[in-house]
DNA sequence: CATAAGCCTTCCAGTGACTGGAGGGTCAAG
DNA sequence: CTTGACCCTCCAGTCACTGGAAGGCTTATG
């Protein structure tokens, strides 16, 4: 399989199958030409990077599930333990985003957006925090 | 002011100050010993950008709110409409984040996190999607 | 057989917003 | 005169790609 039907069965654009090859997270093989050649191994590993970002894991996260999938005895614990860390992190994310939003919902609503120089927004930027 | 005082004043670093001038975002005067000079406008700046940035306006919004702030004969309509698009885009975040939770919560719940190799979160990742 | 389109390759640079560290100058106190 | 706490600049690294240049390979057509 060569780089661009993987790229369509995964739908990860080739650059960043390339780049995950860089990083040593798939290790596919060479045709004579010297282009790639994908087992159907290197699409699952690749079909579980996509999913497992996607899900907002972080690269170094992916290189541990993957390990940890690769690996028949494994505990779920430590599966789980990388899972729980990364939703703490989206967790805090989320309410530091929620903030901002109220904040910004707040500012928005109470300027007047005219032709007009005084503006609410710019106020609350101005002032001491 | 020296860059030490700006940073106790303003919260923000004194390598971030320093990069705030990189990027031509403040203009400190030098002492003769070649020490940055800040005047009250500059710190003024600075806490007006430290606002800005812990709201999430990316720094060339910030940039924009400045000048619009710096100049007498704004219209709120212009301060309003990147508070706007930079809102549309902490809602979009917003979204894709708590998708992420919400998929997470479920896959954390349902993992055993015991010694044993079966676990949901990797036959999720794993499962065509 | 030549050529053109559409693959594929590598390598380099840029993104955003800092942050760390090296290497070195300056200043105030004892 | 030395020590410690400042300050300076410049370079490299972060994260996860992404764009582009320069060039080789493959396939279809004239």
Redesign the interface.
């Known amino acids: 399989m060569n780089i661009s039907e993987v790229s369509k069965a995964t739908g990860l654009p080739p650059k960043t199958i390339r780049y995950y090859e860089d990083i040593n997270l798939i290790q596919p093989l060479r045709q004579a030409n010297g282009y790639r050649a994908f087992r159907d191994s290197d699409v ?1 590993k690749l ?2 990077l996509a ?2 970002r ?3 894991f972080p690269v170094e996260s992916c290189r541990s ?1 993957l390990a ?2 690769d ?7 430590d ?3 990388i ?2 860390t ?2 703490s992190e ?2 805090q ?2 309410s530091e ?2 903030a ?2 109220d ?3 707040t ?2 609503k109470a ?9 609410p ?2 106020s ?6």
């Open positions: 699952h079909a579980f999913r497992a996607s899900l907002g599930l940890l999938y690996d028949e005895t494994r505990a779920s614990a599966v789980k333990q899972a729980k990364h939703l989206i967790d994310k989320l985003l929620t901002m939003r904040t910004l919902r500012l928005v300027c007047a957006g005219d032709d007009r120089p005084d503006c927004i710019l609350d930027l101005a002032a001491p925090h």
